[in-house]
């Protein structure tokens, strides 16, 4: 499943193939879409911007094109004319410039909307902001931390919810964890403000780093810090990587770094009391001493 950086890249390709004029070709296979080929037809491709796993191509006349790939849907670009290579797919859209073209493949969810109307549609009014959005910033994320309803929802369970910020997924989940030192355990609950900041640092930045630089060379290359390098070391505390299932997804952590809330920080266990009836180990400030 693609995550927000490989579904940004992916229209980024698509912008760049159908961005230099007028659309020569535009075919829909389904039928109900099969009315607006001809409106389209010499109009131009004004954007192509992701939200969440959904695509939104929009065009001159005033439409956008909704696409959602799923499981199964799959953008081809390439240029105008070229050999295309055989498949077995279905092909569902597709648009053609004098220079460019992106055919999408098998996806069902394939809808024409006003683009002035298309942010009302279902899917997309369920989504949170996208943390590769340009205009999500530092303050839309801490307001987000701040007032977000499920206080008490796992941190590995609501960085993975769509409707708290889109555009993560699981290895992003895994990085931005580490990143801000925090246990998947944790909750909006119980982040300081320092966590916070982390947190807001941490959805911001990973992300990014990935959209641009997973593929770069030389040290500015993204390389995963913890995703799947279980038994590997940390590379900021040099602890071995362990490997949880967390929300029916693999997740990967420090242990040492992201400190277990279940643990207290001193690294003993919850506070216990012995058969012998003393407590060890109190929780909360310690009851005030005489001074001698
Ligand atoms: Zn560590």
């Given amino acids: 499943m693609p995550e927000g950086p490989e579904i940004w890249r992916a229209a980024e390709r698509i912008a760049r193939a159908l961005g230099s004029g007028p659309l020569v070709e535009v075919a829909f296979t389904l039928e109900r879409l099969q009315h607006a080929e001809a409106m389209l037809l010499g109009a131009t491709v004004v954007s192509v911007r992701p939200r969440g796993k959904a695509l939104l191509t929009s065009f001159s006349t005033g439409h956008t094109l909704y696409t959602h790939n799923q499981l199964y849907g799959v953008w081809r670009v390439g240029k105008a004319g070229a050999v295309e290579k055989p498949t077995t797919r279905t092909l569902r859209v597709a648009l053609q410039t004098s220079t460019g073209t992106a055919r999408l493949f098998s996806a069902t969810d394939v809808e024409l909307w006003p683009t002035a109307?298309?942010?009302?549609?279902?899917?997309l009014a369920r989504l949170g902001p996208d943390v590769l959005d340009p205009e999500v910033d530092e303050e839309v994320v801490l307001r987000r931390l701040e007032v977000f309803p499920k206080r008490r929802s796992r941190l590995g369970g609501l960085?993975?919810?769509q409707g708290?910020?889109?555009?993560?997924?699981?290895?992003?989940r895994a990085e931005i964890l580490w990143s801000a030192g925090?246990?998947?355990a944790r909750t909006l609950a119980t982040l300081t403000d320092d966590d916070r900041r982390a947190l807001t640092e941490a959805l911001l930045s990973i992300p990014r780093a990935s959209l641009r630089y997973r593929y770069a060379r030389g040290p500015q290359r993204f390389t995963f810090a913890v995703f799947s390098r279980a038994g590997a070391p940390c590379p900021r505390c040099g602890d071995a990587v362990a490997r949880i299932e967390d929300s029916g997804r693999r997740l990967y952590l420090c242990q040492t770094c992201q400190?277990?809330?279940a643990v207290r920080s001193d690294g003993g266990a919850r506070?216990?009391?012995d058969k012998a009836g003393s407590t060890r180990r109190k929780r909360g400030p310690a009851p005030p001493t005489t001074a001698s």
């Fill in 117 to 123: 109307e298309v942010h009302t549609h279902p899917f």
């Fill in 159 to 161: 960085l993975l919810d």
């Fill in 164 to 172: 708290f910020f889109c555009g993560v997924g699981n290895y992003l």
């Fill in 182 to 184: 925090l246990h998947p």
């Fill in 259 to 261: 400190a277990d809330p």
């Fill in 271 to 273: 506070a216990t009391v």
